[in-house]
């Protein structure tokens, strides 16, 4: 299994940005996807999560700016982010609990289900 991100970029204050995650691979079934930042010098923080049922939870700094998104179909998680502000510059990356498969030299199925990151993202806004 494997998350590809893709969309970030320059951009300045007050713009948009849509970010993209897609998860490939043996794929069963994915839970919560959710996106993650990392500014300069500091830790990973939550960002938003989606639940597969499609309930959303936003960090209080982006609520009502940012809007988390997902594609099941596509294996895919979006954040779409407005009014965007310098503070908001860091590396975002997604973030998956994914259900799949492998077979044994046997040829039996073994099921697992774990966490993944895809490779993050640099956002960068500008004042």
């Known amino acids: 299994v494997q998350l590809q991100a893709s969309g970030g970029g320059l951009v300045q204050a007050g713009g948009s940005l849509r970010l993209s995650c897609q998860a490939s691979?043996?794929?069963?079934?994915?839970?919560?996807m959710s996106w993650h930042c990392q500014a300069p010098g500091r830790g990973r923080e939550m960002v938003a999560s989606?639940?597969?049922?499609?309930?959303?939870s936003y960090a209080d700094s982006v609520k009502g700016r940012f809007t988390i998104s997902r594609t099941n179909a596509e294996n895919t998680v979006y954040l779409q982010m407005s009014s965007l502000k310098p503070e908001d510059t860091a590396v975002y990356y997604c973030?998956?609990?994914?259900?799949?498969?492998?077979?044994?030299?046997?040829?039996?199925?073994?099921?697992?289900?774990?966490?993944?990151w895809g490779q993050g993202t640099l956002v960068t806004v500008s004042s």
């Open positions: 973030h998956c609990n994914i259900e799949s498969h492998y077979y044994t030299d046997s040829g039996e199925p073994v099921w697992v289900r774990d966490d993944y």
């Open positions: 989606i639940t597969s049922g499609g309930i959303t």
């Open positions: 691979g043996s794929i069963f079934s994915i839970n919560d």
